[in-house]
């Protein structure tokens, strides 16, 4: 039996951006020059999406993100309000890159990707983990999405101004 369970092959994308249409994008420790935005797994089947995305943002970036019911606008200590993190509801269904593909069941081939988008103050502070990811950068976000090296990532961030009017 494998040592580690299995990846679950339903996961999140999360576009961090600002009012001003930056987006921060992060580049993954296991392959310098792949940027991209805050992915991961559910770590559980029965994990509600919106969880998810909360737990990697923070594992990711340190920036945490109030719980959703938690009843407020407001900022919670150092936690954005619930509120700023918003489901796209826009899912993609892409081909596992091959040399991730190890993490998931024999067989499984497909992830579906769920977006989210997250407003942050321009200034929130970064703190990745070393273990996944290097460097950051904030870019505008066509220079994001022509930086990062999934395609569902750059069309998530080219549709961030139509997500950020509605």
């Not at 594992?59 to 945490?64: C, H, K």
């Not at 502070?125 to 930086?147: F, G, I, K």
């Amino acid at each position: 039996m494998n040592e580690r369970p299995y990846k679950i092959p339903e996961s999140v994308l999360v576009v961090i951006h600002t009012a001003e249409r930056e987006v921060l994008l992060i580049e993954r420790a296991d392959k310098a020059g792949f940027w991209q935005s805050v992915t991961g797994s559910k770590d559980m089947p029965e994990e509600d999406l919106s969880e998810t995305a909360r737990r990697e943002v923070q594992e990711e970036t340190g920036i945490v993100v109030a719980a959703a019911g938690v009843e407020s606008n407001q900022a919670i200590g150092n936690a954005l309000p619930a509120v700023n993190l918003r489901d796209w509801q826009l899912s993609n269904i892409y081909e596992i890159y091959p040399v991730w593909r190890h993490r998931y069941a024999p067989g499984v081939t497909k992830n579906t990707e769920h977006v989210f988008g997250l407003l942050v103050p321009r200034d929130i502070p970064v703190t990745l983990a070393p273990r996944e990811h290097t460097r950051y950068q904030w870019l505008p976000y066509r220079e994001a999405a022509d930086r990062c090296f999934s395609p569902s990532n750059a069309e998530a961030i080219l549709q961030l101004p139509s997500y950020m009017q509605g």
